[in-house]
């Protein structure tokens, strides 16, 4: 898999990042979370790196300070993790790649 740097938000001792892949998805880099392996921490800034046009296609649960946890699958492609540079207290998930959609129109009733 080749992936493509698309933004970073370095805080708190943490490096949370995005990529792009030549299989249509993104690498998520983030803060694991304890005990769910396919599960990462990111800030809300980190979606501002999301390509125009396209949004993450991963359910976000907002943790009510600042940051999401989405879920996707762990990465295990040697090529792709030897690009990156994943502190201890990080992992990153591949997530599927879908076309953002505005919600137009009034709201019937």
């Known amino acids: ?6 933004g970073k938000e370095t805080q708190g001792g943490g490096s949370p990042t995005l990529y792009a ?4 998805t993104y690498v998520v880099q983030g803060w694991k979370v304890s005990g769910q392996e396919t599960h990462v921490e990111i800030p809300h800034r980190l979606l501002g790196h999301v390509e125009k046009g396209k949004c993450l296609g ?12 989405l879920s996707g699958s762990p990465v295990t492609d040697t090529v792709a993790l030897g690009q ?6 990080e992992t990153c998930v591949e997530v599927p790649t879908k076309k953002e959609v505005w919600v137009s129109g009034a709201a019937a009733g």
């Open 58 to 69: 991963a359910q976000l649960s907002d943790t009510g300070r600042g940051s999401f946890i």
């Open 21 to 24: 892949t030549d299989r249509g």
């Open 1 to 6: 898999m080749q992936i493509r740097f698309l």
């Open 84 to 89: 990156m540079d994943i502190p201890g207290h």
